[in-house]
Nanobody
């Protein structure tokens, strides 16, 4: 069973930066598209960014120009570099990865933006 694990969350002041990472907790896999989603309290989980195996990326309008998604296919990991963070970015951030016909989710990492 593939288990994804996110890391890098924490507390940051408005305008600050954080870098989230995600990969399989054990084993090495040829993941297809990597995704990042987030869920704020009382809200539905929402799409943040994706990166395909080709390197093509797509971002939610709310993070475009501030967040950058990358992937390392040697390490089978993805990162989400977040800058110019705002309180509205506070949420639990989840990683999702496609493998074959299945998708796998991580358990999430909390990002809190507050002064």
């Amino acid at each position: 069973q593939v288990q994804l694990m996110e890391s890098g969350g924490g507390l940051v002041r408005p305008g600050g930066s954080l870098r989230l990472s995600c990969g399989a907790s054990t084993g090495s896999y040829r993941f297809n598209t990597f995704y990042w989603y987030r869920q704020a309290p009382g809200n539905e989980r929402e799409f943040v960014a994706l990166i395909a195996t080709s390197g093509r990326t797509r971002y939610a309008d709310s993070v475009k120009g501030r967040f950058t998604i990358t992937r390392d296919d040697v390490q089978s990991t993805t990162t989400l570099q977040m800058s110019d963070l705002a309180p509205a970015d506070t949420a639990v951030y989840y990683c999702k990865a496609g493998l074959g016909f299945d998708d796998y989710w991580g358990q999430g990492t909390q990002v809190t933006v507050s002064s």
